[in-house]
């Protein structure tokens, strides 16, 4: 093959192609990137959440004289209306936390223990330990509770020893009654510090993609299942013990913990612009919903009319406690309070997700969208249109995004490797006058869902079609980003984990490999592939770009063939240089393989070999 680069018909390419689509799905969240150990630490898991949760699940009361039961008539919020009352009459008995799935503990490190309690009675106290699998003591502290009224306690816990099975035990020490709500356990090591943070290794696997925007908090969980549980920002920020927890329409519980707060902040922890997606005032489907199904004939409905003026000034409201000014806005001032006195600068807002696109959806995306257009010219929405599957409304919604001239619209697609390998040119048709695209969930799917060389390589070549396409496409993000061993709603995922590993796929390096190699200006090539066949042709892809804050070129070549491809390079202009390579190769189901580093001579005429089965990146260094 030969390809011959000309930089004179070079075009401007958005700068932020590669972003993370973050949903707490698979566990992402609570038992995942939010740090927190402790499994229902607030006691409100529910049957509404699982058919066999309780506000106990993850709990027990283990030995004799103590009696614990759940409470509400005295709450510490009422968004939190469930706590546990342990009657003791002989000291003997402790309150266990399981975590999930265990917690993992490491010897010398510090993990904040905090508990809000109150007694009726006269003052006691309970120790807190830290135990091992074996019912090792690893560490311990003791709290006293002696208010009436609800008082945090807190003690920072040493564990002696490392443990991936610990327990959290609560021991009363002398008779009385201990109301206790919101018992929680964090490490003190978080991503970049922070408190209420997140897990630093899953944190730090995500800042390593270079995402240029953070999409969050779903997907499915965005517009909720059913109008009850759309997903409310302001129930996610504030004081823990003031968020209002919520059925997870995966089948588990949110926190709330991992809230807007959270988000923002390590948006900015990771250079990346955050990209919050609101329902358009109607839940998943417009109707109750099977995630990954669309119901045929369900119920449509939205919010009712007469709520939708309170709906869209929860999304005003956003945007002011993201960008406003905390003297001038009470909930900009919340940000402050928060600890984040400065805006973080929002630039995006994402209205829908996935929707059918009926009267109910039309009128109420409507209605938000002029609404944020007059009062915040400066926010770009992103329209939805719909998923992409056989009989959905995609047609429906870029026609009523064009009729609406919406800046910019989020696309959603999971197609066979072989769709990603055909329809390579899927945007090179697209209209520029019309809105910009986000592909705000994508992902080869093969049979059984893995993801190895062939997803990960498909995906690889149709982003070199993206990059093709970076005047009218803005933004991707491959979906979904996290999942839990042993918690998993959906495959194939981007990274696997569990409490002490992360295992990034192949599939999370494409990701790597695009997002740490982006650039803004697309350099056009002529491509000469010797053999005729188009069914060859389409296995191979390539792109080359520059990145003007670097200088850099980055040459991206990928083979899909089963056999390496001899490439003549020809560079009008490149001296004779040193280039970093990264490939990334392997045999089609391969799992486990990672892009290896070397280096390269290139010159204005250099040879390259692209591996059978591979995506190479050749970065050569500003000139
Ligand atoms: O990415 C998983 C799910 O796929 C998202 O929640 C939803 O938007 C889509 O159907």
Known sequence: MTLTACPDSAKNISDKLIGIFFEDINYGADGGLYAELIQNRDFEYSLNDRQEWNSTYAWTLKGEGTRMAVETAEPLHANNPHYVVLDTKTPGASLINSGFDGIVVRKGEKYDFSVFARTPGKSGKIRVS???????????????????????????????????????????????????????LFPQHTFKGRKNGLRADLAQTLADLHPRFVRFPGGCVAHGNGIDNIYRWKNSIGPLETRKPMRNLWGYHQTMGLGYYEYFQFCEDIGAEPLPVLAAGVPCQNSACIPGKLLSGGQQGGIPMEEMDEYVQDILDLIAYANGDPKQNKWAKMRAEAGHPKPFNLKYIGIGNEDLITDVFEERFTMIYKAIKAQHPEITVIGTVGPFYEGTDYEEGWELATRLNVPMVDEHYYNTPGWFINNQDYY???????????????????????????TALAEALYLTAVERNGDVVSMTSYAPLLAKEGHTQWNPDLIYFNNKEVKPTVGYYTQQLFGQNSGDTYIPTERKVDNTRMDVQKRIASSVIRDSRTGDLIVKLVNLLPVSVKTAVEFPGLANSSAVLHVLSGKPADQHVKPQESTINVSEKFDYEMPAYSLSVIRIPSQ
């Open 130 to 184: 830290l135990q091992d699998g074996k019912g090792n003591e690893l560490a311990s502290e003791v709290v006293t509770v002696a208010s009436r009224n609800w008082k945090k306690q807190t003690a920072v816990l040493i564990p002696q020893a490392d443990a991936d099975d610990a327990v959290l035990v609560l021991s009363p020490q002398k008779q009385g009654k201990y109301v206790l709500d919101m018992i929680s």
């Open 428 to 454: 090179d048709r697209y209209d520029r006058s019309k809105s910009k695209v986000y592909l705000g969930e994508y992902a080869a799917h093969l049979p059984g869902r893995p993801n190895n060389i062939e």
